[in-house]
């Protein structure tokens, strides 16, 4: 599949907005993190403003921008129109956990923050079930996947809170959790990509043409004479070398070394605290663009079958 960069820099983003929206909502209201009402509401802001500018880039994804409201009437049977109307509903919490975070309202903190994460963790559940329920694409109908949008926004937003946790000085518990978090994601990405290159792929030549009972089909030219949509979009190809090195440095950029800046965050403290919260961050970031990259582009979608360069 031919990598957006609309769609790649929306989920990174509305991962990572999400994410931190997530622990903001478990953690702020146990007193885990700092107690400045600057920070909950500076935290909340970068939150909901990573929500709406990836909401905002994945419209320009679409051929008619204008009629995406739409999707949200199909929410029974869609999960991109679910994905829709479960954004908009965690608006109403998130924006009442803001305005309770900077007056640092109490009693509202709690049920706004609680209701934020929970909304927060449906609508990332429901984009990655964008991708899980494609069956013509073998890398996205995977068990893994939805779960991995969970996993990845939950350590890209711990990977934020963390940072800013530091420059308020009370770092050390949202970076031991963010540290934790790309560690299980760097073997969590790593098993999924053993377990999609022992996967065959789904469908062949002879099971999409429905000739099979005749022997092996092989197609003699082209169904078009000149380059389309379809291969433009379906039939995009990574080289098998570019794809083990961007994997490569989407584990080291995205996981290992994240994990490994806000260890030393926690042992060396301080202002190097500060430095290595903000590498840490920017690190993770640019690993899961990486990622990102690499779920589009090594995806194989069934109707490159019928292109005979395809395989």
């Given at each position: 599949m031919k990598p957006a960069p609309s769609i790649i820099f929306f989920t990174v983003a509305s991962g990572a907005g999400y994410g931190l929206l997530f622990w903001l909502g478990v953690l702020k209201p146990f007193g885990l993190l700092p107690a400045s009402s600057l920070f909950g509401a500076t935290a909340a802001i970068i939150a909901l403003a990573l929500i709406a500018a990836g909401?905002?880039?994945?419209?320009?994804?679409?051929?008619?921008?204008?009629?995406?409201?739409?999707?949200?009437s199909q929410w029974r049977t869609s999960w991109l129109s679910r994905e829709g109307v479960a954004a908009i509903l965690t608006f109403l919490p998130a924006t009442v956990f803001l305005i309770a975070l900077a007056h640092d309202e109490a009693r509202l903190i709690l049920p706004a923050g609680l209701l934020s994460a929970a909304g927060a963790a449906v609508t990332v559940y429901c984009?990655?079930?964008?991708?899980?329920?494609?069956?013509?694409?073998?890398?996205?109908?995977?068990?893994?996947?939805?779960?991995?949008?969970?996993?990845?926004?939950?350590?890209s937003g711990a990977s934020l809170l963390a940072m800013l946790a530091i420059f308020w000085g009370g770092g050390f518990f949202p970076a031991l959790v963010a540290a934790a978090l790309g560690m299980a994601a760097l073997f969590f990405k790593r098993a999924y990509w053993a377990s999609v290159d022992a996967t065959p792929a789904g469908?062949?030549?002879?099971?999409?043409?429905?000739?099979?009972f005749?022997?092996?089909?092989?197609?003699?030219?082209?169904?078009?004479?000149?380059?389309?949509?379809?291969?433009?979009e379906m039939a995009f190809r990574v080289g098998r070398v570019h794809a083990a090195r961007l994997r490569a440095i989407a584990l080291l950029l995205g996981?290992?070394?994240?994990?490994?800046?806000?260890?030393?965050?926690?042992?060396?403290?301080?202002?190097?605290?500060?430095?290595f919260g903000l590498l840490a961050a920017a690190s993770a970031v640019?690993?899961?663009?990486?990622?990102?990259w690499l779920i589009f582009a090594e995806a194989t979608h069934t109707v490159a079958l019928y292109y005979p360069t395809q395989r």
């Open positions: 909401l905002c880039s994945s419209l320009l994804h679409l051929g008619r921008p204008e009629r995406a409201w739409r999707a949200l984009t990655g079930m964008i991708y899980a329920s494609l069956k013509p694409v073998k890398e996205w109908h995977h068990p893994m996947v939805a779960p991995g949008y969970l996993l990845f926004a939950s350590f469908s062949t030549r002879e099971s999409a043409t429905g000739l099979g005749i022997g092996k089909v092989r197609p003699l030219e082209s169904p078009h004479t000149e380059v389309n949509y379809l291969l433009r996981f290992a070394l994240p994990a490994l800046f806000f260890c030393l965050a926690i042992i060396i403290g301080g202002s190097a605290a500060m430095a640019a690993g899961l663009l990486v990622e990102r």
